[in-house]
T-cell receptor
Framework: AQRVTQPEKLLSVFKGAPVELKCNYS??????LFWYVQYSRQRLQLLLR??SRESIKGFTADLNKGETSFHLKKPFAQEEDSAMYYC??????????????FGTGTLLAVQP | EPEVTQTPSHQVTQMGQEVILRCVPI?????FYWYRQILGQKVEFLVS????????KSEIFDDQFSVERPDGSNFTLKIRSTKLEDSAMYFC????????????FGPGTRLTVT
């Protein structure tokens, strides 16, 4: 079964605190995982993908195939990080579909 | 920067009525998608469209749903006879090509069926 699980609906932290948004996946093929972010009143936008192994806005995410996880981390949260974060799994790599399977999302609230 | 646009932003309709949700993908993109998000639930894939035909559809995408690219710029989702459970946010997305990984999302259309 293809599934993405984000166990936390809400994560509230203080500014400057570390952040870890959890994501676990279930997929029989070779996974390709993404984090999408949706700021208030804005559209879904890609934050990062596991293959690029880059840091965007201070966020990083490492794919752990053994634990089937792709947690999103940032060492020091900023108020502007407050948003809805969605973990997504791409299915059908190389084909015409490439649909995304989304988790339920985690609302990150960074308190001043 | 080019963006995917969607109209209307909010559509209210009565049960049993037909609705058409409109999307204008980014102009040089070749792959198009519709997703929906029922309030409080996850974003769910509905359908993908490439080369003027559906490449995949989900179980949700039954005979009441159809998609069309009528004029080379618009990409529409039609629901023939709306049900209360069709109330959701509908997102259109587009992707430039096969190798590309990034889907660009529109702002969404909130459909309310009364």
């Amino acid at each position: 079964a293809q599934r993405v699980t984000q166990p936390e609906k809400l994560l509230s932290v203080f500014k400057g605190a570390p952040v870890e948004l959890k994501c676990n996946y279930s997929y029989s093929g070779s996974p390709e995982l993404f984090w999408y972010v949706q700021y208030s009143r804005q559209r879904l936008q890609l934050l990062l993908r596991h293959i690029s192994r880059e840091s965007i806005k201070g966020f990083t995410a490492d794919l752990n195939k053994g634990e089937t996880s792709f947690h999103l981390k940032k060492p020091f949260a900023q108020e502007e990080d407050s948003a809805m974060y969605y973990c997504a799994l791409r299915v059908g790599y190389g084909g015409a579909t490439n649909k995304l399977i989304f988790g339920t999302g985690t609302l990150l609230a960074v308190q001043p | 920067e080019p963006e995917v646009t969607q109209t209307p932003s909010h559509q209210v309709t009565q049960m049993g009525q037909e609705v058409i949700l409109r999307c204008v993908p980014i102009s040089n993109h070749l792959y198009f998608y519709w997703y929906r998000q029922i309030l409080g639930q996850k974003v769910e894939f509905l359908v993908s469209f490439y080369n003027n035909e559906i490449s995949e559809k989900s179980e949700i995408f039954d005979d009441q749903f159809s998609v069309e690219r009528p004029d080379g710029s618009n990409f529409t989702l039609k629901i023939r006879s709306t049900k209360l459970e069709d109330s959701a946010m509908y997102f259109c997305a587009s992707k430039i090509g096969t190798v590309s990984y990034e889907q660009y999302f529109g702002p969404g259309t909130r459909l309310t069926v009364t």
